[in-house]
């Protein structure tokens, strides 16, 4: 027997875990259905949830990271050779 069940997800997550299950054969209900039969069999999260220990310099590091990736007048290439070709101009 089953049970609708509405919950929030985030539409980004949504959509890359969707992806990532449709690689693995398995629809998101699946997917839940696996997680919260996991959580059951271990009594909790089947993962460990932790804060990630990064210096100040690697933090900084990740966000500098992040915000050239989503700058969009920063140029970006899909091959190697164009990558090589520019460095090689400058």
């Given at each position: 027997m089953t049970t609708p069940t509405q919950i929030l997800i985030d539409s980004d997550i949504k959509e890359r875990a969707t992806e990532l299950f449709d690689l693995l054969g398995l629809d998101l209900s699946s997917a839940i259905n696996f997680f919260l039969y996991?959580?059951?069999?271990?009594?909790?999260?089947?993962?460990?949830?932790e804060l990630p220990k990064y210096n100040q310099e690697t933090l900084k590091a990740i966000i500098e990271g992040k915000a050239i990736a989503n700058?969009?007048?920063?140029?970006?290439?899909t091959n190697m050779e164009d990558l090589k070709k520019a460095l090689i101009e400058d």
């Open positions: 996991q959580c059951i069999l271990r009594g909790g999260l089947p993962f460990s949830v700058d969009p007048s920063v140029k970006g290439y």
